[in-house]
Structure formats: structure tokens, C-alpha cells
């Protein structure tokens, strides 16, 4: 979710043609023989399994008529298990099995004092839910998380397996406070044990001083969970938090937007399996209704501020003191705006990265569409989408395919722009992906707002397939934890927002998410579309 609309952020403007210390244009690494990775389409799914309901116009969209009548939602390899509404969902979740083996889900909700919606119903039971899935088919809510960043964590919502600790910094759009919240869910995911609740960066945590306020939005753990980062949005810097004692966690490092060459905002990001690199990404380019100038959309050769930086994070990971975080290069992306976030992970041993926009070219949406229609005039993507890199130079990463629906192609405007007219800030396009083993990455699946769930199989990165979407119904009467009832966009008949992250589950071919307005769904794939057999079961989960 972007940075703070209500609360202006001045930043510099710039869309981005080419890759900083010598990376590629969007559009130089050939897909196909004459397809270029700029008009690479991904394919759809080559059949649907019985009783699926496939979509009846362009991949991934919504047809405005679909959405006067009612919306019935489409599914395709993807079937709904299980649904819990409760109060509706925000822009974050977490899956984690314990000890014992129960599997627990818990997702953000909506609680943000800078939104409220008169037409939205009380809350009555505000912060993270605790949802027991053990039995997918019979999902259970336990309880409710209520401490000071859970409330609201926004995109901050993190488990990390190894450690089997639930994390949120105090979100709110990047308008919350200092304090991080960790909880022990390894031996009891359905009852978390609160560890800390704690302001950090403010001298008080043991570690350093945070040179503005840290004041939350994003999150990630490190894989070993020793190491939770922050993005922090309106202090413009990422955050490296020390969790070694989770009891008493403490800032040890942090690098500006400033020292990393954007005048931007920070997001989301990934962090390597050895904890040595950061896939940190900065947020530009969003247009007026991000309070940032327009993209230049017509000038090939301008530079800005949209893309991801690679960092070098050893210093943090071996704990030495001072310890710095290193630029060691820039990935500007111009074919996008408003970076969401990175996924680091593997492909027959080779390394890749996966950066996700969530603006299109022409920015976040207006009611009127203006950026749409400017990036659609501009022969640019008009919403956006995940874009895949080969990083077998760190130096210079290499952009080799997009994640392109129909309803990306310019070509294709005149036939989305009326579904989306008296809509803001997202319709089509995505938000959060996860892949199914960092370590050995077959399969990609995104939330992509009112084009559902949508996932891909990854086996050639250079060219992605769709194999299986989820698109669920409208919602008549959205709970008060809804982001997308909060900001004002829900409209009767017409689709959700599918915002949050995507977990795998191998050993029982599940997929579990939230929608914001639907809530928790489990997904179980049909039709044999996944595993593959190259897949393997993930030692971690997400990203």
C-alpha cells in the first residue's frame, strides 16, 4: 500500500529508462524470438478444472457490466476450501505450522485513524485475528493480537519460520510510532506469547539513535530471524532491528533514501538466504494522487526514482559494531511506479529477483484515470506488475520477463478503462507475490487487487505461464477492517482488493491469502496444476 496519500510526501519525479551502474532497459532481453520482454503477454491457463467458473473477457479483468450486475468472481485451477470474513483484511498475512502441527494464519486489519469511513461498521474486534487452519475446511478465529503494532501493521506483518516469531512494527501508513511487537507462536501458533512491545531507535532499545523518527510501514525478517528491517516510509530510511534476544530488540543500523540516491520512499523488501544482501526497493513516480509529480512518460532517456537497490547487509548479519549497510547497485524501473516490495529466490540454482510495483507507469489512479490513460497513450504498461531479473551480476541485474495480463497491454485500454472510471489508487494490477520455495522457486503466485489471485509457473523465469487464478465474489457488506471498505472503494457488485501475501502449502497443495473485503481464503489447487514435479517442499515460507 503506498506511502502516506492523505499525509503529502514531497519527492523528486523521474520515471527510469535504464538499469544504474550499467544495468538493461526494460525492454532489451529477448523472451521469445521477435517477442521483446516489454510485449510479452503471460499465457493463460491451457484448461480450467470441472465447475470452475473461467473469466469471460481479458485475463484478469472485470468487465464493467460483470460489476453493475453483481460479481460472481472466477476461478480457474484455484477452488475455495474455506473463507473467513471476520471484519475483513488490510495489506498483510502470515501462515506458520508449529510444533505441535497446527497452522495458524493471521492477516492485518484496518485501524488507521487517518481512515475512517462513516459507511463502515463498528469494529468489534480490532487488531491481528489469530485464525486456526489446521483443518483448512473448518478455519477457526482464537483470538485477537491488540498490542501498539498490531493494532494497525500495515504491510509489516512478518512470521519467520526458523524462529517461529510473529513480527509487526507500528504501521499505520508510516503515522505509527517506534515501538516493534514480537510474539512466540513455535509452540502454540493458536495462543502467540507477546516477547516485546517496544519503541526502538530512540537510544532506550541499547542500540543507536535513529537519525529521524522511525516511524513504521513495511517490514522483513532475515531468514534466520535473527534481523527484522523496517521500511520506514515518512522517515525516508531503512532500519536493521537486532532480535538475537527477542525479549530486547534493538536498532543497530540504518541507511537513508538519501544515501541510497532517491529522493523517494522506502517499501517493502527480501533479504538472501545467508542474511549477506537486501533487496531493498524505493517508491517513485506515483503521480498526483501519491502527491508526487507526473512521470514523464514520453522521455525514454529520463532518470528517477522507481526501482530496487541491491545492499550489501554483512556488516549486520555478523554483528559488527557500527555496523553499515552498502549500495553496490541501483535497479531503476520506469515501466512501473511505486515499488512495493522484492522476492530473492532460486531457480535450478540460479539467482533471481522478483521486484513488484503496485502503480502502473502512469502512477496510482485517479478517479478519472489520467495516469492510466497517460501510460496508455505513452505505449506503457497502465497498471502495474512484477518484473523478474537475472542476478547472476549483482552489479548489473538483468531484466528478463514482466508479468503482463491482457489487462496490461496498452492495446487493451479502451476495453479496461471503463470498469475502472470513479475507482482510486488500485484496480488492476498487482501488489504482493510469494513464490513457493525461495530456494528451489517453481511457482509464483500474486495478488493482483481486482484481478484476484493469480499464479504462474516460474520453471523458465524468462517466461512465466499462468496455471491458476482465484478471483472472488463481491462482497455485499465489508467489515470495518477492510481497507478497501476504509478508503472508500468498495462498490456494491464489484470486485475486492486481493492485497496481501500468498503462502504454499505443499504438503496439502493449498494456497492461503486474505482479500480485503473476503477476508482469510484457503485455496487448494485442482486439475494437478501444482507441485511440479521439480517442486519441493519449502523450509520457509514466503518471502
Known sequence: MPFPIRATIAISLGTLALAGCGGDSDETPVVTPGVS?????????????PGDKPETALQGQVPAALRQSGFGGFNCNLKLVSQLQGEGASWSSATYTDKRGQTCFY???????????????????????????????????VTSLTSASMIDP???????????????DNGINGAGGSEIDLYDISADCTAPQLLASVPVGTGTDGGIVATTKPLGHEGGFSPDGLTYYIGASVSKAYYAIDLTIP????????????????????????????????????????GAVAGMGEPPLNNPNATGDNGFFVIDTSEVQSRRPNARMHRISTVPIRNGSVAQHTVSFSVGGKPY?????????????????????????????????????????????RLISELRLETHVADNCSKVIPDILGLATFTYGSHYCSVDNRENATALACSYFNSGVRVFDIRDPAKPKEIAYY?????????????????????????????SRLDFDF?????TTACQDNGMLVLAFENGVWPFPESTKATGIGN
Not at 538519501?258 to 517508491?283: C, E, I, K, M, W
Open 107 to 141: 492477516h492485518s486489519t484496518m485501524g488507521s485513524p487517518a481512515f475512517n469511513n462513516p459507511a463502515a461498521p463498528p469494529r468489534v474486534n480490532p487488531g491481528v485475528p489469530v485464525i486456526n487452519i489446521s483443518n483448512p475446511s473448518q478455519p477457526v478465529r
Open 507 to 511: 504438503d496439502r497443495r493449498l494456497l
Open 37 to 49: 520482454v516489454a510485449d510479452y503477454v503471460v499465457p493463460k491457463p491451457q484448461g480450467c478444472g
Open 471 to 499: 478471483n472472488p465474489p463481491s462482497v455485499a457488506s465489508p467489515g470495518a477492517g477492510s481497507a478497501h471498505m476504509m478508503f472508500g472503494q468498495h462498490r456494491a457488485g464489484g470486485p475486492d482488493w486481493c492485497a
Open 353 to 397: 529477483v522478483l521486484h513488484v510495483d503496485e502503480g502502473g507507469a502512469g502512477g496510482l489512479q485517479d478517479p478519472g484515470a489520467t495516469g492510466v490513460k497517460a501510460a496508455c497513450n505513452a505505449g506503457m504498461t497502465p497498471f502495474p506488475l512484477g518484473h523478474i531479473y537475472d542476478m547472476a551480476d549483482e552489479a548489473k541485474p
Open 247 to 286: 525479549t530486547r530488540p534493538r536498532m543497530i543500523s540504518q541507511i537513508n533514501m538519501a544515501d541510497l540516491g532517491f529522493s523517494t520512499v522506502p517499501h517493502g523488501l527480501s533479504v538472501s538466504r545467508d542474511g549477506n544482501r537486501a533487496y531493498f526497493v524505493g517508491g517513485g513516480n506515483g
Open 154 to 168: 500495515w504491510e509489516s506483518l512478518r512470521v519467520n519460520v526458523a524462529r517461529g516469531i510473529l513480527a509487526a
